[in-house]
């Protein structure tokens, strides 16, 4: 089961790349190790972002969804989905 959140992020002028997300996940996930960022472009204006990581002493792998769209100047992070 998917766990959904809904974020919204201003600040962003333009929409994030990988560095720029990984720099938020880790910001906001303090000792856990990032693996893999992808990105995945939607229809126009939105943006996928895969993060493959480990939790601190765990050994298991998990996935995160990010997805950002472009909204009057501003990139918002309007949902996160643990797939994993």
Request: hydrophobic share 35%; aromatic share 8%; charged share 25%.
């Amino acid at each position: 089961m998917a766990l959904i959140l809904v974020v919204f992020v201003a600040g962003c002028m333009t929409m994030p790349d990988t560095s720029g997300v990984r720099r938020s996940f880790l910001n906001s996930h303090h000792g856990y190790t990032v693996l893999e960022v992808t990105e995945q472009s939607k229809p126009p204006g939105i943006v996928e972002f895969n993060i493959k990581y480990k939790k601190p002493g765990d050994i298991e792998e998990h996935e995160d969804v990010w997805h950002y769209h472009q909204a009057a100047e501003t990139a918002i992070q309007d949902e996160k989905e643990n797939i994993k």
